[in-house]
């Protein structure tokens, strides 16, 4: 990935006098710093852009069309259709897209800070919305004894009862890791999880030159030192893609319906249509697929609670 540093155009520009509209040229997203975009064109050189204004939110993994107006400059016209996204509400209750086309969501979990099951049912259900495949990560496992892995194990098998995969790893000692690479070559990735659960150090593990790769990122946005603070799409050596999204407390679903949620949980499809009522949202209706199956232990019982707050919190925000 080669790069030529130069000055970073006019955030507020409309129209660059010297953009060239007959010269258009198609970009990915690679970083997103708000009125600033770092994009990779198809040689694999950086190019930072500001937007035309009036376009919605781009995210990384986004592809776009932009107009040179310099030496490493550029306008971004516009956003290529999407084969799919992955959204969250904002502070403000406000949808907004965290990565486009992307094929898996890394569902990154550790015993420290303690694992959050619901977080991780919000983000399987997020995938699956989004079309994207869940892959649920276990790292630090060098901190369980035989006995806490094994509750982890046996908790984790509702998972991989309805398909989903879950892997151990441990950044520190570098196990797992190559098994956990092997899942993300030839996909775009995006990597998520609680603060603490050492997405850098797995990262690290996957791009052995990291350094040098986020030096060459920093100097052609020049914008100084680079941080984790922006989601950020790398190149992995063996094929793939991740983006790397911050840690966060706490992961807010897109604005969902009754209806569309029950299609975030892998184990309800084809069920809803053997309901009594079309209209059934799986909680106390006769004649439920879905809580009958919940009865006779072929849904898990905590995944189903995990939908029924999650139509709690959706009835909350209607």
Sequence with gaps: MSTD????????????????????????????????????????????????????QMVCGDQVEWLPTGQGEGVIETILPRRNVLQRLDGNSKERPLAANIDQVIIEAAPEPALDTFLVDKYTVAAELAGAIPLIVV?????????????????????????????????????????????LTNRTSILVGQSGVGKSSLIKRLLPELDITIGKLSAASGL????????????????????????VRDFKLGKTG???????????????????????????????????????????TRRYDSYRQLLSIMNGMG
């Design 5 to 56: 540093p130069a000055h970073c155009p006019d955030s507020k520009t409309d129209n660059p006098p010297n953009a060239i509209p007959d010269d258009s040229h198609t970009g990915l997203v690679i970083i997103n710093y708000g009125k600033q975009q770092l994009l990779e064109d198809p040689a694999g050189n950086l190019h930072r852009c500001v937007a035309r204004r009036g376009l919605e």
């Design 139 to 183: 790292n630090k496992s060098d901190l369980l004894n035989t006995e806490q892995r094994s509750r982890i194990e046996l908790l984790f098998g509702e998972y991989n009862d309805i398909g989903y995969t879950a892997l151990f790893t441990s950044a520190l000692e570098n196990t797992g890791i190559e098994e956990f690479a092997g899942h």
């Design 224 to 247: 100084g030192k680079h941080t984790t603070t922006a989601t950020t799409l790398y190149h992995l050596p063996h094929g793939g893609k991740l983006i790397d999204s911050p840690g």
């Design 258 to 300: 009754p209806l569309e949620l029950g299609n975030g949980f892998r184990e309800f499809h084809g069920l809803p249509g053997e309901c009594k009522f079309n209209d059934c949202r799986h909680l106390s209706e006769p004649g439920c697929a879905i809580t009958a199956a919940v009865e006779r232990g072929t849904i898990s």
